[in-house]
């Protein structure tokens, strides 16, 4: 995302289903300068993109315009994840009081019309007047939300699920206060005087029960993010000058150092500048292992200290601290919509309005063509049309396995960026890896210095060390490492260039030392047989002849071989991409298990081979961690970051490995594809409900009580459903 594009996230009140979502959509789509808004029913967050900052202002008036409301400010009240928990937990309140207020009156509405019971009710309860008095509570208070988002709605000429509930209710409550008021009238067309206060007031009722169970079924889809919130250690004990001192986690800056004794969660990310540890990082990255740490090796804010005392520089505090960073990706992840959805946010747009017109057909056909009673059996059929076709569980079946997904990856170290990377990764069907970084430690040494001119060894190293000196790529380190390691002093260097994708140049005491690949010289078997043990070769050359050579190793990643192993199984076509020389390549590559290796390929080459896989038919991941895979990560269907490598590769890519385990690339693919089969579920559980049930409404089968039971049944079962994928194995 560039620069120049804006990104504002906020809450909306009062959606319902997934023309809820539409609506809201098309409002915040029509502010001028907005290039694209999603709408998540599941987190109850709306976001917008824009070349410019939309004020506040004007998106509130947009989702107040279509019946909602936008909870914007923040103000010193604190975050807006803040501000959403109060505010669901005052809405919460108030759907259990109202529900209960509905459910306990429809009880007593019903005790006193129902035939077989209504003979054993108080005579208070088979008033008509009482009955009326008591339905007009829940109609117009419980049910008033119904009302002003259906009223909001028509006015803008849209339809939503508010809107099937207030025209049925509306319709059994208007009815049922005309048999009160006018009996006479009803029996002079021979109708049975009956009113069905009971209908409204039990449809509403259980409507609202419905959303309560959903209410609270959702907030466990949301876990993931409380459990990492919950991580943060609340204080740090900061060493100024000769006294170490507790202050909150919030007044901790960057460049101080900070204490960490056994048993204490490491408060914010740092160096650690003496002592060392066993650190459990399980609950940021997913391994179970704790790891060794020592002076110099970064620690993660919210990991635990196991065993030694030791002391850290604080480098990211805050927003900027890898646990602040993994929340707002994963919050991100949950918020954002997967194409599936857009599908079902399109039909549901059309639903309603064709609900409608499907009821107005049902109770015109009874009326015309019904029995004896036929108007009360058209508006009972009618409203049984109306209610049982509210489109809620379709706006739910995917934000609820898509916020469950994201946060199981979470808790198990893969960060996912959107839901699209989650609904792309279990279609891919090959898998790219980059080899230094990814494949291997990415942390290479030198095995062995080989003389070809009239210097010693020592003396190539010192040569070549003072060149590395200055260049960052993972060799050059191995070599000034190893160069440092035998007290070796380096000379230094003037004109020091480095020559994308072959080497470094420079003077060392007046002398032109190249290091890098091969320049014009033929091979010698020396390197060839260093290279057949999957070794990387490193020429030393003094005034452009060669005078050594340098045989440098990096070890492969244990996750590496059974990674392959697994995604070979799943029948993914595993590649491996690497700068280093064909000979090179191909033992490291047999050593793993992989089969394809595109050998000696430039930095800036790596995306266009990346292409060119994908021209062949093929669903690319690229799995990398390096700035120069960058490009390759973001022209990839979708692109792995490890963790461990640098931001860029991270920004570029749609699932980043917080662990160093590649098992985590085949978990990613599982995870994707178990949310896309709960989806799929989802949908099809949310569809097929529609298509089988509102057939059997039009023809009288359902009453329009049961109608609402079975659909805030399908709501919660939807929710329910998404609940399921934490019990899978990844």
């Known amino acids: 995302m560039t620069n120049n594009i804006k990104k504002q996230t906020f809450a909306i009140k009062g959606m319902h289903c997934a023309s809820c979502v539409y609506t809201n959509e098309k409002a915040l789509k029509s502010i001028p300068g907005v290039t694209s808004a999603v709408v998540n029913l599941a987190t109850g967050k709306g976001t917008i993109v824009s070349s410019e900052v939309v004020p506040d202002r004007a998106i509130k008036d947009a989702v107040k315009s279509v019946g909602y409301e936008a909870l914007v400010e923040v103000g010193e009240s604190g975050t807006l994840d803040d501000k959403i928990k109060k505010e669901k937990a005052v ?45 007009g509570i829940v109609q117009f208070w419980a049910g008033f939300d119904f009302y002003r988002a259906a009223i909001s709605s028509l006015k803008h000429r849209l339809a939503n699920m508010d809107t099937l509930v207030a025209i049925g209710t509306t319709v059994a409550f208007v009815y049922s206060v005309f048999v009160t008021f006018y009996p006479e009238f009803f029996m002079s067309l021979n109708i049975e005087v009956m009113p069905y206060y009971d209908v409204s007031a039990v449809i509403i009722g259980l409507i609202l029960l419905g959303r309560l169970f959903e209410a609270q079924a959702k907030a466990g889809t949301g876990e993931a993010i409380k459990k990492l919130m919950g ?91 890898m646990l602040a960073q993994i929340i707002k990706l994963v919050t991100e992840a949950q918020g954002s919509k997967a194409p599936i959805q857009r599908l079902a946010d399109v039909i549901s747009s059309y639903f309603v309005p064709i609900v409608i017109m499907m009821a107005i057909a049902t109770f015109t056909v009874w009326y015309v063509f019904g029995p004896s009673q036929a108007a009360i059996m058209a508006m009972l059929n009618a409203i049984a049309v109306l209610i049982i076709a509210c489109p809620c569980a379709m706006g739910l079946a995917t934000p609820t396995a898509i916020m469950v997904g994201t946060g199981i990856g979470a808790q198990h170290g893969i960060l996912i960026r959107d839901a699209e990377s989650l609904e792309t990764a279990h279609k891919i069907k090959t898998v790219v890896f980059d080899k230094t970084g990814t494949l291997t430690h990415g942390k290479p040494e030198v095995t062995d210095v080989i003389v070809t001119g009239p210097y010693n060894n020592q003396e190539i190293l010192k040569m070549a060390a ?71 070769v490193v020429y030393v050359y003094a005034e452009k002849k060669m005078v050594g050579i340098i045989a440098i190793a990096d070890t492969i990643k244990e996750s590496a071989v059974d990674a392959v192993s697994a995604l070979n199984r799943m029948g993914i076509e595993t590649v491996m991409i690497t700068g280093d020389n064909q000979a090179t390549a191909s033992a490291i ?21 990346v292409k060119k896989l994908q021209r062949e038919g093929k669903i690319v991941a690229m799995v990398g961690d390096g700035i120069n895979d960058a490009p390759a990560l973001a022209a990839s269907d979708i692109g792995i970051a490890m963790g461990t490598g640098t931001d860029v590769a991270m920004e570029a890519a749609g699932i980043t490995l917080v662990n160093k385990s590649l098992m985590s690339v085949v ?45 805030a049944f399908s709501s919660v079962s939807v929710v329910l459903n998404s609940l399921g994928l934490k019990r899978v194995k990844i």
């Open 589 to 609: 590559a047999k050593k793993v298990g992989i089969e394809r290796v595109l050998a000696e390929v430039l930095p800036q080459d790596k995306e266009r081979e």
């Open 91 to 135: 809405e919460l309140k108030n759907l259990k009081t109202k529900t209960f207020v509905s459910l306990t009156i429809g009880a007593m509405v019903v005790w006193g019309s129902f035939p077989g019971i209504m003979e054993i009710a108080p005579a208070v309860f088979k008033n008509f007047y009482v009955q009326m008095v008591l339905a």
């Open 231 to 321: 991580l943060q250690a609340k204080t740090a004990r900061i060493i100024r000058g000769n006294k170490e001192i507790d202050i909150p986690i919030s007044e901790v800056i960057v460049g101080d150092m900070i204490r960490v004794r056994p048993g204490e969660k490491i408060p914010v990310d740092g160096i650690i500048v003496e002592g060392g540890s066993a650190i459990d990082e399980s609950m940021v990255t997913g391994e179970s292992i704790p790891v060794d740490k020592h002076k110099g090796d970064t620690v993660i804010g919210a990991t635990m200290n196991k065993s030694g005392s030791f002391v850290f520089k604080a480098t990211k505090v805050g927003e900027d601290s």
């Open 466 to 536: 003072a060149i590395e000196k200055n260049s960052e790529h993972p060799l050059g380190e191995a070599i000034v490492k190893k160069a440092e390691a035998g007290k070796l002093s380096f000379s230094k260097v003037k004109k020091f260039h480095s020559i994308t994708g072959k080497g470094v140049e420079g003077f060392v005491d007046n002398k032109k030392i190249y290091v890098g690949k091969l320049l014009s010289d033929k091979k010698k078997k020396e390197a060839l047989d260093l290279e057949k043990e999957g070794k990387t």
């Open 667 to 711: 978990s990613a693919l599982k995870l994707s594809a178990k949310t896309m089969k709960t989806i799929k579920l989802n949908l099809f559980w949310a569809f097929a409900y529609n298509v089988v049930l509102i057939p059997v409404a039009m023809v009288g089968l359902i009453s329009p009580i049961l109608a609402s039971g079975a659909m």
